[in-house]
Antibody, heavy 116, light 107 residues
Framework: QVTLKESGPVLVKPTETLTLTCTVS??????????VSWIRQPPGKALEWLAH???????SYSTSLKSRLTISKDTSKSQVVLTMTNMDPVDTATYYC????????WGQGTLVTVSS | DIQMTQSPSSLSASVGDRVTITCRAS??????LGWYQQKPGKAPKRLIF???SLQSGVPSRFSGSGSGTEFTLTISSLQPEDFATYYC?????????FGQGTKVEIK
C-alpha cells in the first residue's frame, strides 16, 4: 500500500526557514519512475507546484520560488525533505507531497501558517 | 514556464448534466496533461493522465481528450459526488504547472 505523510511545524514566524518532511511507504525512492513532488495550496486558492526530486537525485524547482527552495531525499529513511527560506505570511498554505509525475498518490497535506 | 489556462473558473450544473472543462497550454505539450479532482479539505485525486488515460478506479463518466495546446475534461452525466474543484496539470516539462481550477457547483 502506497502512502505519503507530511510532517513539520504548523506555525512559523516571518523570515524563518520552513522544513517539511515527507515519509513514504509502499515504494522506494530509488525507483526510477518514483520521484516525489511538493505542491502547496493557500487557503481557498489554486494548487501550486513547488519542486520535484528524481530517483537519481536530480531536482527541479518552481521558477518563482527557486531561490528559496531546497529539496533533498534520504532513500534509506524513505524521506523527502523540503526547505523554504525567508517565510512570509503569503506562504501560508497546505503543503502536499506526492508521488510520480503526474502525481498519482498524495499525502494528506499539512497546513503551515506564517504569523508572528 | 508553460502557462495553463483553465476555463471556466466555475460552473453551476444539475445532476445528470454533461459538463466540459477546458485547459489550454501556452505551448504544445503533446498529450502530457493530467486532470485532478479535489474536494474540500482533501488532497487532489488523479482522474486522467496522458490527456485521455483513465486512472484505475475512476468512473467511466469521466473522460479526457486533446493534444498539443487544447484539452478537455468531460463528465458525461454529473453525479452528486462529482461536485468538486477540478485542476489540470501539464507534465510535459519542468517546472510543472497547474491550471487555476474549475469549481463545479450544484445548480
Amino acid at each position: 500500500q502506497v502512502t505519503l505523510k507530511e510532517s513539520g511545524p504548523v506555525l512559523v514566524k516571518p523570515t524563518e526557514t520552513l522544513t517539511l518532511t515527507c515519509t513514504v511507504s509502499g515504494f522506494s525512492l530509488s525507483n526510477a519512475r518514483m520521484g516525489v513532488s511538493w505542491i502547496r495550496q493557500p487557503p481557498g486558492k489554486a494548487l501550486e507546484w513547488l519542486a520535484h526530486i528524481f530517483s537519481n537525485d536530480e531536482k527541479s524547482y518552481s521558477t518563482s520560488l527557486k531561490s528559496r527552495l531546497t529539496i533533498s531525499k534520504d532513500t534509506s529513511k524513505s524521506q523527502v525533505v523540503l526547505t523554504m527560506t525567508n517565510m512570509d505570511p503569503v506562504d501560508t498554505a497546505t503543503y502536499y507531497c506526492a508521488r510520480g509525475s503526474p502525481p498519482d498518490y498524495w499525502g494528506q497535506g499539512t497546513l503551515v501558517t506564517v504569523s508572528s | 514556464d508553460i502557462q495553463m489556462t483553465q476555463s471556466p473558473s466555475s460552473l453551476s450544473a444539475s445532476v445528470g448534466d454533461r459538463v466540459t472543462i477546458t485547459c489550454r497550454a501556452s505551448q504544445g505539450i503533446r498529450n502530457d496533461l493530467g486532470w485532478y479532482q479535489q474536494k474540500p479539505g482533501k488532497a487532489p485525486k488523479r482522474l486522467i493522465f496522458a490527456a485521455s488515460s483513465l486512472q484505475s478506479g475512476v468512473p467511466s463518466r469521466f473522460s479526457g481528450s486533446g493534444s498539443g495546446t487544447e484539452f478537455t475534461l468531460t463528465i458525461s452525466s454529473l453525479q452528486p459526488e462529482d461536485f468538486a474543484t477540478y485542476y489540470c496539470l501539464q507534465h510535459n516539462s519542468y517546472p510543472r504547472t497547474f491550471g487555476q481550477g474549475t469549481k463545479v457547483e450544484i445548480k
